[in-house]
Every structure is written in structure tokens, then in C-alpha cells.
């Protein structure tokens, strides 16, 4: 049977920050866009424990164990998401949420098959170790980092929904949120809070390219500031792996 959505309200993670994080989600067991993201945080000077990733590690893509191997090796932060729910759980499906029938249903069928086969137990068992949030205090500003919504883990919260994301607010005490699984990035302010998607690292976001995205925040007076980073990495190379493992 498939894992149950996890409650995220449980007792969060906290992480103090000193100067600008790098947010990120869904690296999704691409290695090539990984690297390619260390590579960018090490360019800014953004160390890892300033860097904080939504949770996903390993989905869609051909490398999820050296992706794992990676992350856990860069010792970034990172809040649990449904597919490392689901895999240390050992669960039927990655409980991402999507409707039955659906294109995206279907092609879960196969990555989550895939990515059951080519990870070790001990990556399992780091997935289970995850915070369900963390908490980022910077510059005097809280916000609470989840992966889906803040009560179900796989809710898809996107930037048109306004009901969706005054409910989520409603639920924390927090000045905003960080969230991810949707996959796509934006940023929209509501009443005064914030509620914040740096996108995903592992797939496009179906911009008509091939690049992908994270954020980088950084402290300034009065507030903060918000950066949208696009990515360019060798997808090229990431695709042809994916071919050559029978991947969709």
C-alpha cells in the first residue's frame, strides 16, 4: 500500500542563516544538474550549510544513488519529500499525488519502479532521518521550508491558487514559506506573508528550454531579497542516460 501523506507540522529542523541561502527542489536522480548546482553554490560562495534543498532527491532520472551519494556527501539540508516518504517506506507508489489515468501517473509507474531498484538501505534510511520542515531564520525573517503543503506532504500548492496558498499560511506562524513539489518556480506575497517556490532541479519547467532553476535569498535592510537563478546543465547527457536505462 502506498505510504499515508505525511503531517508536516511535527517538530521542525531549524537553521540559522548568517548571509544568502541557495533554495532548490527535486534534484529527481539527475547528476548531471546536481553537480551542476554544488558547482554554482560553490561559485557564489554559498557554503552547504546555507544551502537547503525542498526535498525530492531521487525521481524522474537516471542516477538517484549517486544523487543521493552527492547530496548526503555535500552535507546540505534537506526536508523530506514524498518520494523519500514513500522509499523508506518501501511503499507501492511514490505518493506524489497525481490524478489516476494521468500522463504523469503513468510515467511514475516507471521511474518509481526504477528508482525502488538502484537505491541501497542505508539511503532509505537517511530518507526516513529527514526533517518534515526546517525552520530559516534570516534577517530577522522566519520561514518554514516543506515540500508539498503544510499538512499533506504531496499537496500541489501553484502560483494562481491564492485560496490554496492564504489556507496554507493560515496554518503557521511563520512570516511565509518555502515549498517545492510543484515543480515550478514563483514567488507570491499575500497580506504581508510570503510564499516562495525555487522550482526544481531534475526537469525543465516547462519553459520551452532545457534549463532549470533555483533561488538564492539574500539578507537586506528592511527584508530580503529574492533571486531566481536559472541553470544550465549537460541535460543532454542526462537524457541520453535516461534512454540507455529504459527510462521515459
Not at 152 to 175: H, T
Amino acid at each position: 500500500m502506498p505510504a499515508p501523506a505525511a503531517d508536516t507540522t511535527g517538530a521542525p529542523a531549524r537553521v540559522r542563516a548568517t548571509g544568502p541561502i541557495l533554495v532548490f527542489g527535486g534534484p529527481y536522480g539527475n547528476l548531471e544538474a546536481t553537480s551542476a548546482l554544488l558547482d554554482a553554490a560553490a561559485r557564489r560562495g554559498i557554503a552547504p550549510d546555507h544551502i537547503v534543498c525542498t526535498g525530492d532527491v531521487t525521481a524522474y532520472c537516471a542516477d538517484p544513488q549517486p544523487v543521493v551519494d552527492r547530496i548526503r556527501r555535500a552535507g546540505l539540508h534537506v526536508v523530506m519529500g514524498n518520494c523519500e516518504e514513500s522509499l523508506a517506506a518501501t511503499a507501492d507508489d511514490c505518493g506524489c499525488g497525481f490524478d489516476a489515468g494521468s500522463a504523469c501517473a503513468a510515467l511514475s509507474e516507471q521511474w518509481y519502479a526504477y528508482t525502488d531498484r538502484h537505491l541501497d538501505a542505508p539511503s532509505r534510511a537517511w530518507f526516513a532521518t529527514l526533517p518534515r520542515a526546517i525552520i530559516l531564520d534570516i534577517a530577522g525573517v522566519t520561514l518554514r521550508v516543506i515540500h508539498g503543503g503544510v499538512r499533506r506532504i504531496n499537496r500541489f500548492v501553484f502560483a494562481s491558487d491564492e485560496a490554496a496558498i492564504a489556507e496554507e499560511l493560515a496554518d503557521i506562524p511563520e512570516d511565509g514559506v518555502i515549498g517545492g513539489h510543484c515543480g515550478l518556480p514563483f514567488t507570491r506575497a499575500l497580506d504581508g506573508r510570503l510564499w516562495h517556490n525555487p522550482g526544481v532541479i531534475g526537469l525543465p519547467a516547462n519553459d520551452g528550454t532545457p534549463r532549470v532553476w533555483f533561488s538564492v535569498i539574500s539578507p537586506r535592510p528592511g527584508g530580503l531579497e529574492i533571486e531566481p537563478v536559472a541553470l544550465a546543465y549537460d541535460h543532454a547527457a542526462a537524457a541520453a542516460r535516461m534512454r540507455a536505462s529504459g527510462l521515459p
